[in-house]
C-alpha cells in the first residue's frame, strides 16, 4: 500500500513546523507594530500646534480630566491624550533611529576589529572601551548638547555611545563563531571571507544584536526625555518638553504635567517588556542597562 | 597583592588623564566647531573671568569666581550630591546584592525574576517626572517645601536635607536595585552551572553549603566588580535628577554651567563625575582576582 502523502499535504507539514519552530520569532514584531500604529497614528505633532498648547493666555481653555478628556486639555484647549501620544512617539522614533544606528556602528566596528589579524588593534580598542564606559552617558550628551542642540546632533550622539556596551558582547559572540568548527572547515574549504561573513556569521550575530538594541531601547526613551526635560534638544516636541513647559502651570494645571509623565512611563514600560521578551528570544544575553 | 594595586592605579589614573583630555576635546568640539565660540579649550583666558568684563560675560555673576571660590562651590556641591549618592548606593548595594544572592539561591524557582519585577517596573517612570510629581505633591497635599530649593534651613537639625536627598535617591535607587539582582544572580547562576561544582555535591556536601561556601565565596571578587560598574550610571542620573528637584549639587553645576558656557564650571563638575568613576572602577578591579 502506497502511503506516502502528497507533495501540497508534506508541503503544509513542512510549514506548519517551521511555524512551531520559530513561533515566538513570527510573533515577536507583532507588538512593536501595534505599539508603533498606535503611537504614529494621526502623525506627528507641529512645533506651533505644540508651542501654542503652552501658550499663556488670560482666560485659558484647559480642562481638568473627564471622561471626553482622559488625560484632560492643554492651555489651547487641545486634548492632551492625543498630544502625549504624538509627542512619545517623536521621542520613541528618535531613540529607535539613535539605538539601530549604534547597533550598525557598533557591529561594522567590531567587525573590522575582530576580524583583523593584527591582535593588538583588538586589545587596544576593548581597553578603549573598558575606559569609554566609565563616562556617564548623560554627561557626555549634555555637554554635546550645550550649543544649538538638535534631533540630530543628539541622534549623533546617542549611537556612538551605544557602540561602547554594544560592542563588547558583540565582539565575544563573533569570536564564539569564528574560532567555531564550522567556520575554519569552511576557510580551509576555500569559501570567500565575504561569503562566509554573509552566510554563516552575520545570520546568527545578527539576531542576537536585535535582542541586545531591543533591551536599549527604553534606555534611549528615557535619555531622550530627559535630556529634552533639559531643554537640551531644541523646542522639538516631545514629553520631556511638554513636562518641562507643564511645571510653569503647576499650581493652576497640574494634570498638563503629571498625565504626560504617565503616559511616558506606560510606553517605556511596554517597550521594556518587548525587550526583555526579545532578549531572552534572540538569546541575546544581556541584561536591561537601566529599567 | 601590592604590584596588582599599583599597577591597578596606574592604569587607573592613565584612564582619568585619557577621559580629561577626552572631556576638553568634547567641549572645543561642542563650543568651538560645532558652535560660534573663539574660546579655545587650551587658551587659559577661557577659564578666567578676568578677560571679559561682567556686563559682556558669558559667566553669570554666581559662576563669576576666583579660585579658590571655585573650590569652596565645589565642595559644598559635592557633599549634597555625596549625600544623594550615599543614600542611593547604600539601598542598591544592600538591597540589590541580598536580593541577588536569594535570587541565585533560589534560582530553581527563578526568584531573582521575581524580586527584581517590582523594582523593574518602577525603573519605567522617568525620574525627573517622579521627582517634580514628589514635589508638587509634597507642596499641595502635605503642605511641606515641595522642590529643594523652597526652603533652607538654619537652625536646629536639617532633617529636610537628608528628605530632599532621599527623593533624588529614591529613582536612582530603583533602577539600580533591579539591575543589580539581575546582575548578580545570573553571575552566581552561571558560577553554579560549572561542572566542578558536581564533585563536591557527589561528595556529600549539601547544596546551601556548596552556594554559600563555594559558589558566593568564589564569585565575591567579581560580584564587587560586577557593583562598581553601577556607579557611572547613578553620576548619569545626578545630572538629570538634580536639576529636575532643583537641588543644588554637582549635576546642577554642570547643567547651570553648560547653560553659561562657563568652561571652569563644566571641566570641574565633570571631573568630579569622572574621578568618582574611575575611583569605583579602580575599588572593583582591585578586589577582583579571576580564580
Known sequence: MNRRQNHSLRLL???ALRLSLIRSRALLPIPYILLGIWLF???????DDFAQMYEF???PAWKAPNAEHLFGTAANGADLWSASRRTMASSVLLAGISTALGAALALLITLI???DSKHQTSRFLEGLAKTGRLVPVPLALVILLATNGNAARLICGMAILIVLPLSSPLHVWIRQRVVSFDLKAERILGFRHVDILRRHLLPTVWARLLGASATYLPAMVLLEMALSYLNLVGQRPSVG????HGEEFLIEAPWLLIYPGVMASAVVMALSLMGWWAASILRSGLQAPFP | MIWHVVYRLFVAVLRLVVLGFALLGLMELTYCLLGDSDRHVWLWDSYTPSSNPPETSLFPNDLIRTKAAWLALLQDRCLVSGRVLLLALLAIYTTGFSWGVLGARLRRFHVARFLSLPFSALACVPGFCFVVIVAVGSYFYWQRPGFADDLIIANGPDILTWWNAAIVALPMAVGGIAWHIRAVATDLEREARQPWLRGFLIEGENDETCFYRRILARRIGALIQVS????????????ILEPAFRMKGVGSLLVESIRAASYPGIFLSSLTFLVISVAASLMGEVFHTEP
Do not use: K, Q
Request: hydrophobic share 45%.
Open chain 1, 241 to 244: 518638553l511638554m513636562i518641562s
Open chain 1, 13 to 15: 507539514r513542512r510549514i
Open chain 1, 57 to 59: 493666555h488670560d482666560s
Open chain 1, 113 to 115: 576589529v575582530t576580524l
Open chain 1, 41 to 47: 497614528w494621526g502623525g506627528e505633532m507641529g512645533r
Open chain 2, 228 to 239: 562598581s560598574t553601577i556607579v557611572p550610571s547613578c553620576l548619569g542620573a545626578l545630572i
